[in-house]
């Protein structure tokens, strides 16, 4: 950030008195501009026993396989935008459960928020930002061509968890590990 987006001045990256973290501060009008965390929300889309998949048309990760998600927008709920992510990448509508994981990914100052679902009627297509969309049973889901680390995390929990027929909440970090 070079400049202040309520008066137009520059500003300056410093703690602010009584705060203890770097910020950007405009030094004509006072204003601080804090940068939070983004939230990522998406879905488990899962119909009679598959897990529905998106293959990335963008970047970053373009070609691989993820679930439907994507940036929550202002003015709506995370599930509404799990919600909008699974309509927008995949063309399907789905009916929400709950909230499955929720994994910090601090290193890139995002949340990304899970919501297990069901296809309410089985219907799927290929949104603007994908490539593909495909079913996979899962004993079939692709390990090797995820595209996250989030994701992974997901759907290992999720394979386990079917197995046991318990979905509990899953909370956990996602941390940088060099070479990995």
């Known amino acids: 950030m070079n400049y202040c987006s309520h008066c137009g001045n520059p500003v ?16 004509h009008c006072n204003r601080i501009h804090y940068e939070n965390p983004r939230i990522v929300a998406g879905t488990v889309p899962v119909w009679e ?8 048309a963008i ?20 599930v509404e935008a799990a ?19 929720m994994l910090h990914v601090p290193h890139i100052d995002q949340v990304h928020m899970f919501f297990r679902a069901r296809l309410i009627d089985g219907t799927f297509g290929v949104g603007e930002e994908s490539l593909d ?8 889901i ?18 386990r968890d079917a197995e046991a027929g318990e979905f509990p ?12």
């Open 12 to 27: 300056t990256h410093r703690i602010p008195d009584g705060d203890n973290r770097h910020r950007y501060v405009c030094d």
């Open 49 to 56: 026993g598959q897990v529905l998949l998106c293959r990335r």
């Open 59 to 78: 970047e970053p990760r373009h070609g691989y396989w993820t679930l439907p998600a994507g940036f929550m927008e202002n003015s709506e709920t995370t």
């Open 83 to 101: 919600m909008r992510e699974t309509r927008e990448e995949a063309l399907a509508e789905v009916a929400v459960d709950g909230l499955y994981t």
């Open 133 to 140: 969309a495909q079913l996979f049973p899962l004993t079939d």
């Open 142 to 159: 692709p390990w090797e061509e995820l595209a996250f680390p989030t994701i992974r995390e997901t759907l290992e929990r999720f394979v």
């Open 169 to 180: 909440l899953h909370v956990g970090d996602i941390r940088y590990r060099m070479g990995k």
